[in-house]
């Protein structure tokens, strides 16, 4: 037999090499495609029924799943046997090496015709079930090989075109084709074509993952539809999510299922630890949308939909009846037309399905919806039996001007999100119980340098750091209680009531006073008459609340950064 393992290579490159929304939900879509439906039917255009593929119609469109009852060592018909697929791997076993091949290169050519520039790396190798080899073994084998493949690419050389040639405006490669969106017109080469066919597809995938009520679609076309407040600038968060220790996670199924008695085991295993991640993924994915929507909802019930639909950041506070509408501000939802009354929702999932999640939405957003997602996926990936505990992310936040390449902007969120992982290392030396991680950025006017350049350049002072972050979602016993998102969240609100928002001189004049050291802090709080005291971070230390500082570490500019730029999804009443 042959054991065929390929992978998804250098997705993050493919998909965000360009500046325009359209081509990154085009290039997710067909990465996922090449992983998952082209290498299926790869695998039938090669085996024919001989395999254990179910193919079934939805909606005149074929969709494919896996028939765990089918065993190729088993039946001797069956000439292959997908044992999982997904996180951008596809792994099958082959009877006879030249269905193997057949594979391999119905496969690449797919790919190299749908979607040109999209990189695949394939290894193969030898397996035999009947004499006791054990299958764990050979995946981790076939899988070191397929490392060594992508360390010894041989990368291309295209042929940029003869004479006069015009240049693809995303690639800079030969043009093959002028496109039109709406009134703007420019010249496409292959990779940027393909891309842009398929973003409608890419959205009827989503919506099918995520249903969006009536009333509502997602903004693919264009990143300004994804909300902004009237007369001020707009921006965006790009968000990277990712899996915490899932490699571990595969590597320890693999160890569990050594025996070469167990294949079968380990088979079901991996199939249930694909499936399982994937369902918590898309579950999660909908509470966190369901969560934005119910939030829209209920703000745009309390003003009045004759304005249109949006969401308060702060201006009346219902629950305490206090009503500060000079200081209003909202982010109001782009409308599809003037026709009808179809809204563009201001978040859009672009890589998604599996333990890695990336989206962009309004800035303002990025913060809540990471919590809600972070959250949500812990619930779903503790309700499963398969799972020996729940499964926690990190996630990076960064959040740029609407027009900030985007390429940069993803690099820096996934700068965020090792950050959070390398923090939660740390955290976790010690074998306290597991929570999920975050860290963000505010990079409203660019950024040079790595992240940890810019947080000495611009969060360290003489008092020690400015910010607490990368902070845990839940509690860690290990680190210091304030390095929390939930402190962190609890101070935002209390600088978001009406005796900080009416008086910005006064926020600003904190800021340059946690700046300056505990003294000017100190002097703050007696020259504002404020008592003695600032906001609760921890009541256990009473420090932050006389001088805004404790252990090298300031408790409030998080918070006063945040201020103008998080939205609680939470209902009144929820903790």
Not at 507 to 516: D, H, V, W
Request: aromatic share 10%.
């Amino acid at each position: 037999m042959d054991l065929v393992v390929v992978e998804v290579s250098q997705i993050q490159r493919y998909v965000f090499s360009a500046n325009r929304l359209r081509e990154n939900v085009g290039a997710s879509y067909l990465v996922l495609q090449a992983a998952d439906d082209w290498a299926l039917e790869a695998v039938l255009a090669a085996t024919g029924q001989y395999n254990n593929i179910v193919q079934r119609n939805e909606n005149g469109k074929s969709a494919y799943e896996l028939d765990d009852s089918k065993r190729i060592e088993n039946d001797g018909s069956m000439e292959a046997e997908v044992l999982y697929t997904g996180g951008g791997n596809f792994v099958a076993l082959f009877r006879e090496s030249e269905k193997a091949t057949q594979f391999i290169r119905s496969l690449s050519r797919r790919t190299l015709t749908d979607a040109p520039a999209l990189q695949l790396v394939f290894a193969r190798h030898a397996f035999e079930w009947t004499i006791g080899e054990s299958l764990s073994r050979a995946v981790s084998a076939a899988f070191e090989r397929l490392e060594a493949n992508k360390r010894g690419w041989v990368h291309s050389a295209p042929l940029l075109g003869l004479g006069v040639t015009a240049v693809c405006s995303s690639t800079g490669l030969p043009a093959i084709k002028e496109y039109s969106i709406e009134d703007e017109k420019f010249l496409v080469g292959a990779e940027a074509l393909a891309k842009l066919e398929n973003v409608f597809k890419a959205r009827e995938r989503l919506q099918k993952i995520v249903p969006l009520p009536s009333g509502y679609t997602y903004p693919v076309e264009n990143i300004d539809l994804l909300g902004r407040t009237r007369g001020e600038h707009s921006h965006v968060a790009v968000v990277h999510i990712d899996g915490n220790d899932m490699g571990k996670r595969k590597k320890s199924i693999g160890e569990s299922y050594d025996d070469p008695s167990k294949n079968r085991g380990y088979t079901i295993a991996m199939r249930n630890f694909s499936r399982g991640i994937k369902k918590a993924a898309d579950l999660a994915l909908e509470k966190t949308i369901n969560k934005l929507i119910n939030r829209i909802e209920n703000d745009t019930e309390h003003e009045g939909e004759k304005n249109g639909k949006f969401i308060v950041l702060y201006g009346k506070d219902n629950k305490n009846n206090v009503d500060y509408s000079n200081l209003i501000t909202r982010i109001e939802l782009a409308k599809k037309n003037d026709e009808d009354n179809l809204y563009y929702l201001p978040v859009l999932p672009i890589i998604y399905g599996g333990d890695d999640l990336t989206f962009v939405c309004d800035g303002r957003l990025g913060l809540s919806l990471a919590e809600t997602y972070l959250s949500a996926f812990e619930e779903e990936t503790e309700k499963n039996k398969d799972f020996n505990e729940r499964i926690t992310s990190s996630a990076g936040i960064a959040m740029v001007k609407s027009h900030y390449p985007f390429a940069q902007a993803y690099k820096l969120a996934e700068e965020l999100c090792r950050s959070a992982k390398n923090y939660r290392r740390r955290a976790k030396a010690d074998n306290t119980s597991d929570t999920s991680f975050m860290d963000w950025h505010f990079a409203l006017s660019g950024f040079s340098g790595t992240l940890e350049e810019i947080r000495h350049r611009e969060y360290q002072v003489r008092e020690g750091s400015l910010t607490l972050r990368p902070v845990s979602l839940g509690e860690n016993s290990s680190q210091p209680s304030y390095r929390s998102w939930l402190i962190v969240k609890k101070t935002v609100a209390a600088f978001q009531k009406e005796e900080w928002l009416q008086r910005r001189n006064k926020m600003k004049a904190f800021r340059e006073a946690l700046c300056g050291g505990k003294e000017e802090v100190k002097q703050f709080i007696s020259k504002y008459g404020m008592g003695e005291k600032l906001p609760v971070i921890d009541e256990s230390i009473e420090e932050f609340q006389l001088s805004g500082w404790h252990g090298g570490y300031c408790g409030y500019f998080d918070s006063l950064e945040l201020a103008d730029w998080f939205i609680s999804l939470e209902e009144e009443g929820e903790s």
